[in-house]
């Protein structure tokens, strides 16, 4: 089996906090920018992750949106060669006029995907909502992002208002270009604890598979989770509708980081104050698990997610934020724990290299505005993309599938524990 084709992703959340926006190519200066494209073309990539973002095109209700801008990114792409995967929604919350928790979210935005697909009938990706069980969590478990709530009971309005959205999405492109693919995008996360939390991360690791059990309509009576969404305010009409409207991606896109496998922790063992979480039963610290030692890995992980589901995956989101001779190691160990899959049977058609031009703000998850920037493949300096140390193993990966080695005798810091 072919190894998996490299792709590239910019990271483009436009969220909001309280009544404040944060559009990640705004800060960056992608906007004004014209060469972008062409440096990234240069690495050999033949997919890239690209937004139309609703909030950016659709400020307001009345608002006719203006794809001048975009039309010439899109006709640079088909120029350079390279297809665009399209997101329309990033961890947002959409524009000011609707929110995650709007009855009418999902018919919003299916009427802007409408808009989109009649503007541009060739884009044949789309992810519509990116991560939205992570987008759920952090707005309405955590409460870090708009609406802010700190409630499963809202967590799980907020995911299936998303889910929602994204089966009438698809409806509404499908009528413009039939042949559409969903890549739907998700953190590929697992739980771990010590032995009195297993409960808690049993609950987790079934929590976390609900974006495609949804979409895929194995959200029956028998389902785990039905009695839970139907006991924490989900109208068994709602639940019907995924039953009635299956809709499986066409490629599962797995986003995997450092911190996407967590250990749940009832002993404190000096873990930050602010890993301190509660399920009305325990207290207990949720940490990134290879602090502790616990790392089952991408390569585990993909097989665990096609022996469920049975459709192609990707790799859609592969960065770090560290040094550049640590972002090398992350990068090639994800690539070959992707190798050893495909290897073994999945089928995986793609390893992105996510925040190509970098990223601001992530070490807050985007709560706090200090301009804390980290590089990716590219970074910006004075308002220029420039070529980081990461470059020409990238190029030389996304043309020949390798990577020269890298001090592969040191582990990573990540690996340290294990």
């Excluded at 998850?365 to 070529?387: C, H, P, Q, W």
């Amino acid at each position: 089996m072919r190894d998996p084709a490299i792709w590239g992703g910019i990271e483009c959340t436009i969220n909001r906090i309280g009544d404040s926006y944060y559009d990640q190519l705004e800060i960056s200066g992608h906007y004004k920018r014209t060469g972008d494209l062409k440096i990234i073309s240069t690495l050999g990539i033949k997919k890239l992750r690209y937004p139309i973002l609703w909030e950016k095109h659709q400020p307001t209700e009345d608002t006719i949106p203006d794809f001048t801008w975009v039309t010439a990114q899109l006709e640079q792409l088909a120029a350079l060669n390279i297809t665009p995967i399209v997101g329309l929604i990033h961890h947002g919350s959409g524009p000011m006029f609707t929110s995650l928790e709007d009855p009418l979210f999902p018919v919003k935005l299916a009427r802007y995907a409408g808009l989109v697909a009649s503007k541009f009938p060739g884009i044949r990706y789309y992810t519509p909502v990116n991560e939205p069980l992570t987008t759920a969590r952090f707005s309405g478990l955590y409460g870090h992002w708009y609406p802010h709530h700190a409630t499963e009971r809202n967590f799980f309005l907020l995911l299936v208002n998303q889910l929602k959205a994204t089966i009438l999405c698809m409806q509404s492109i499908r009528l413009y270009n039939p042949d559409a693919k969903l890549v739907q995008t998700e953190d590929l996360g697992y739980t771990h604890s010590s032995p009195i939390l297993a409960y808690q991360a049993d609950y987790e690791n079934k929590r976390r598979l609900l974006t495609n059990d949804l979409l895929c309509g194995f959200v029956n009576r028998k389902h785990y989770f039905w009695q839970i969404l139907l006991d924490n305010g989900i109208p068994e009409v709602d639940l019907n509708f995924f039953l009635i409207n299956p809709c499986p991606p066409d490629i599962i896109g797995l986003n995997y980081y450092v911190t996407s496998e967590r250990f749940l922790d009832h002993e404190d063992c000096d873990h930050p104050s602010d890993s301190l979480g509660n399920n009305g039963k325990q207290s207990y610290y949720d940490i990134a698990s290879v602090r502790k030692g616990y790392y089952l890995g991408l390569s585990e992980l993909i097989r665990m997610n096609w022996e469920r589901y049975h459709i192609p995956v990707a790799v859609t989101e592969c960065h770090i934020n560290c040094t550049p001779d640590e972002q090398l190691r992350w990068i090639k160990e994800q690539w070959r724990a992707t190798c050893k899959a495909s290897r073994h049977g999945v089928n995986v058609v793609g390893f992105t290299l996510w925040s190509l031009l970098g990223a601001y703000d992530w070490d807050s998850l985007l709560t706090a505005r200090r301009g804390s920037y980290e590089n990716g493949v590219f970074r910006i300096e004075s308002d220029r993309v420039m070529k980081t140390e990461l470059y020409d193993h990238i190029r030389k990966l996304a043309i020949s599938g390798d990577m020269p080695d890298v001090k592969d005798e040191e582990k990573g810091w990540w690996l340290t524990n294990t």
